[in-house]
């Protein structure tokens, strides 16, 4: 049989009786460690001057739009670490080329360099949109998505897979025309092996959200 008790220090004991006459006594402690922290702080920017892909995404990049849908062009050289696109609430995205913020690159595949880029995908109605995501881990990274869209509110999330830090959102207000945001994100999770999700919606309006890219750094 076993007895629980505590002694006058209020450290726990056990005493176990083994029904002929023989008894042991044992002391224990135990120790709960908390989750690991992580972090996730955002902003964003409504900049229409030019991007240099190459020297923002010094570990990734992305663009989207160019020749068509999807029309990925990806840093060539490393292990591709910014996801295609998942399509948020159904709908098909179509390619445009006069987004209000230029881009350029060197170092990309298929289409190794760009200068004055405009290409970029839009997708049309409330709710529809694009979510991209990055691995995260307990080493700190910085991330920025470029979006934008027209005629249109947008809403952006990004949330950490390990729920170690709070959801970041941000709401554009109701544009009647075009505009542009770039999301900075940095970020680390509480464990290995997770991954930073970025989502960008439209929540109002009769119009349409883009996505052009991302940097990883």
């Known amino acids: 049989s076993f007895a629980r008790g505590m002694k006058p220090d209020g450290t ?29 702080t955002g902003s964003v920017a409504t900049a229409t001057t030019t991007v240099n892909l190459a020297t923002t ?3 990734d990049w992305t663009h989207w739009g160019d020749g068509g849908a999807p029309g990925l062009v990806r840093k060539s050289g490393v292990t591709a670490q910014i996801s295609a696109y998942t399509v948020v609430g159904g709908g098909t995205p179509f390619a445009y080329d006069d987004d209000l913020r230029a ?7 298929p289409l190794a360099t760009s200068t004055g880029n405009r290409n970029g995908l839009y997708i049309d109605g409330t709710g529809k949109g694009f979510s991209v995501s990055v691995p995260a881990s307990t080493t700190s990274r910085t991330i920025t998505i470029y979006v934008g869209g027209w005629a ?4 952006m999330t990004a949330t950490l897979s ?22 900075t994100f940095t970020f680390r999770a509480g464990s290995a092996g997770q991954t930073l999700t970025m989502s960008w919606t439209m929540t109002a309006g009769a119009g349409n959200v883009t996505l052009i890219g991302a940097a990883l750094r």
């Open 103 to 109: 881009m350029s690159w060197t170092g990309g595949t």
């Open 152 to 155: 249109s509110t947008g809403r």
């Open 162 to 183: 390990d729920g170690s830090a709070t959801a970041y959102t941000n709401t554009t207000v109701a544009n009647a025309d075009a505009y542009v945001r770039a999301y």
């Open 12 to 40: 726990p004991t056990v005493a176990v009786n083994d029904g002929r006459g023989g008894t042991a006594n044992a002391t224990f402690t135990w120790t709960i460690t908390a989750p690991a922290a992580g972090a996730l």
């Open 57 to 59: 995404g010094t570990l």
